[in-house]
């Protein structure tokens, strides 16, 4: 009995939709007709924008122009996503509200097939999209983008803008404190400041370290210090030495990388470097709120696909007038009433004014509630 329910579903689908039928072949590919157009346009406008906002990289002379092209290409797979729920709001709206002003939906439903039949392919095309679009955004995405940054990174620094600097930053590290001043990767060195306190097992400072300069030795894993002033303290937090030393050499269990990328940026990272960047937070002591967030928001975010295509289904429905103006100012008035609400109540849940679960779910909850009772109110 329990086996029956559950493949209960599975027998309906198949024999609703296995073969295609007819209406639903008409109704599907006209959707996805307009749907990838929608995608390739909106696509093709970020790209030209892009391009017109680098421009000024392509004309300088200590820029590789590849860098520039190598950017843009590696940003296109986050342009889809920017894109996606847009288009498939647009082109569900556009196309079922050609059927209604056209009286082409009221003849479907008088031959018998009810309204939620008419768009449960498309409705099951949404629910695909949430799936692929949390797949793609892990493995495609961010892996896209973080490779723009390497692109980026060259083209700012071709172009003699700093970056990839870090200035005054204290860190918790294995054995004890840091608090460090400018990172200069190039030459694995910390300058203007290196400062180190070693705490024991129970709590006290055993002693600590000043310095000017510090340079990262990778092969033996060890820290040069410049200009070094070191105390010491007894269990009784007295001082039992001050020395100050030319140079001294210090094992120090972190590298220079610990300190230059202390945090990694939620967005640049999969689901499970998600749990990773969590790890390593907590044992430099750093928050990692924003964290647990995007784990939430990596699944919440693309299900707005999902919703997006109900709701327009449903607006297309009840459209009088021309379907193309109407399906446009219905998808900016709810993609951006949606983003406005999300982003807000992200914020929110990552300052600590909302629990997380509820910042990050609550919008699409109340889209998914709302589409509910709007289809209920149509009794179609």
Not at 56 to 75: D, E, F, N, T
Not at 171 to 178: A, I, L, P, Q, S
Not at 205 to 227: C, G, M, R
Request: charge should be positive; proline fraction near 4%; include cysteine.
């Amino acid at each position: 009995m329990t086996l029956n329910l559950f493949l209960a579903p599975f027998v309906w689908f198949k024999r609703e939709f296995i073969p295609f039928r007819i209406l639903d072949r008409y109704l599907f590919f006209d959707f996805l007709k307009n749907f990838l157009g929608t995608l390739i346009l909106l696509t093709s406008m970020i790209i030209i924008y892009e391009f017109t906002n680098n421009m000024k990289y392509l004309v300088s002379s200590k820029v590789q122009q590849s860098h520039v092209y190598l950017y843009i290409l590696y940003s296109v797979p986050g342009m889809l996503v920017q894109v996606v729920s847009p288009a498939l709001m647009f082109s569900v709206c556009f196309v079922v509200g050609q059927y209604s002003v056209n009286k082409e939906l009221v003849a479907i439903m008088v031959a018998g097939v009810s309204f939620l039949r008419i768009i449960t392919p498309i409705l099951f095309f949404g629910f695909c999209m949430w799936l692929f679009m949390t797949f793609f955004q892990q493995f495609v995405v961010i892996p896209a983008n973080k490779q723009a940054q390497i692109q980026f990174s060259y083209m700012a620094k071709g172009a003699n803008k700093l970056i990839d600097f870090v200035y005054q930053f204290h860190v918790k590290g294995k054995n004890g404190f840091y608090y460090v001043y400018w990172i200069d990767e190039k030459e694995n060195t910390v300058k203007g400041g290196f400062n180190y306190i070693e705490i024991s097992e129970d709590g006290l400072p055993v002693f600590t370290v000043s310095s000017q300069k510090a340079k990262f030795i990778e092969s033996p894993h060890q820290w040069v210090l410049y200009d070094v002033e070191e105390v010491k303290f007894n269990k009784d937090l007295e001082v039992v030495s001050r020395e100050n030393i030319p140079e001294k050499t210090y094992p120090f269990p972190e590298d220079i990388k610990y300190f230059s990328r202390p945090t990694r940026n939620p967005e640049e990272m999969n689901f499970f470097e998600l749990a990773e960047e969590i790890e390593s937070r907590i044992g430099k002591g750093i928050p990692y709120r924003d964290v647990i967030v995007h784990r939430h928001a990596a699944f919440a975010m693309p299900l707005m696909s999902f919703i997006v295509v109900a709701l327009g289904a449903l607006a297309g429905a009840i459209t009088k007038r021309s379907a193309g103006v109407a399906s446009l100012g219905l998808t900016i008035a709810v993609v951006l009433l949606y983003y406005i609400l999300y982003s807000t109540m992200k914020t929110l849940a990552e300052n600590g004014g909302l629990p997380i679960w509820f910042g990050i779910w609550v919008t699409p909850v109340m889209f998914i509630i709302f589409a509910y009772v709007f289809y209920k109110k149509m009794n179609i």
